[in-house]
């Protein structure tokens, strides 16, 4: 299928409902732009569109709150869009921090330096990822509550640089802290984050 004929079908999308979006992803599929394994997980993740498309709908559904379940979805991704992942969700986190210790940087340190090595993965990066990580976990010993998870959260994501399952404990700790700090519960950004894995999960790879 032709670049011009993806095009078109995904203005269709844009204006039509699922039936468009399913025939959109299916192109994609069909041009090795999403890769079927993908599918798969968003399918088992629940979004009903990558249902129409995937192959294996007897497989048990990943549910998003149990840790196993968000470390194999995390694993169909690549580990820089699991970095990026976590990182964008440490906004909501890091304010339960800010709003009980506006002068302690360090949560939000850990969270910028592994911004950092995102953007040039070297070794000195690396070395300052590990130091934020640590000086965060300084920081959640002297917390409490919403507080303790944010700081806590700062240090595992740091950690996601170098193990992929630490990003399904972050996902967690970033929930409650900004759950509890906020409006809404952690369940409720729990299902943000499902949200943000199953668009990551279908996003077209960059051709080059």
């Keep these: 299928m032709s670049d011009r004929e993806i095009r078109l079908l995904e203005r269709r999308a844009k204006e039509g409902g699922q039936t468009e979006a399913t025939a959109l992803l299916r192109a994609r599929v069909r041009a090795g732009l999403v890769p079927q394994e993908r599918v798969d997980l968003a399918a088992r993740l629940g979004d009903p569109v990558a249902r129409e498309c995937c192959t294996s709908s007897d497989r048990a559904r990943l549910d998003w709150s149990k840790h196993e379940d968000r470390v194999e979805a995390f694993r169909g991704l690549d580990h820089s869009v699991v970095v990026g992942l976590v990182c964008d969700w440490a906004d909501g986190a890091l304010c339960a921090w800010k709003a009980v210790h506006p002068d302690d940087s360090r949560p939000r340190l850990a969270v910028e330096a592994t911004r950092a090595w995102l953007l040039n993965p070297s070794i000195n990066a690396m070395d300052t990822v590990r130091t934020a990580s640590k000086a965060a976990a300084l920081a959640a010993k002297d917390a409490k509550g919403p507080a303790w998870s944010a700081a806590w959260a700062a ?23 900004a759950g509890n700090a906020g409006a809404v519960g952690a369940g ?21």
């Design 155 to 177: 240090r595992a994501v740091a950690r996601v640089v170098r193990n992929v399952s630490g990003a399904a404990v972050w996902a967690v700790w970033a929930a409650r802290a």
């Design 188 to 208: 409720a950004v729990l299902e943000h984050q499902r949200l943000d894995v199953i668009r990551a999960l279908l996003t077209p790879e960059d051709p080059t």
